[in-house]
């Protein structure tokens, strides 16, 4: 069983910061690339940052130079350092990783719960 637990959102003015959490626990094996996704009222769930097992990262135009996404591999966690938030940033944040639960099985994409980020005045 394996479980992605978010935390860290919350209630934001813009131009404020927040910096979201993702551990990974459970029957882990590996972990190989991370990402981070976002999905707002009536839109489509989309791709805000990705971290590669190596530590290559890539973000969503709408976000780059704002965000930061790192992780801590002895931890099993993702980050995502959110600065110079705006309103149209609200929305529900899931982690995704793509890990392996035992030696030779296939990889399999998991995701956490989703927490909530709202930037309002």
């Known amino acids: 069983q394996v479980q992605l637990v978010e935390s860290g959102g919350g209630l934001v003015q813009p131009g404020g910061s927040l910096r979201l959490s993702c551990a990974a626990s459970?029957?882990?094996?590996?972990?190989?690339?991370m990402a981070w996704y976002r999905q707002a009222p009536g839109k489509e769930r989309e791709l805000v940052a990705f971290i590669s097992s190596a530590g290559s990262t890539n973000y969503a135009g709408s976000v780059k130079g704002r965000f930061t996404v790192s992780r801590d591999n002895a931890k099993d966690t993702l980050y995502l350092q959110m600065n110079s938030l705006k309103p149209e940033d609200t929305a529900v944040y899931y982690c995704?990783?793509?890990?392996?639960?035992?030696?030779?099985?296939?990889?399999?994409?998991?995701w956490g719960q989703g927490t909530q980020v709202t930037v309002s005045s």
């Open positions: 995704k990783a793509g890990l392996r639960t035992g030696w030779g099985t296939r990889e399999y994409d998991y």
């Open positions: 459970g029957s882990i094996f590996s972990i190989n690339s």
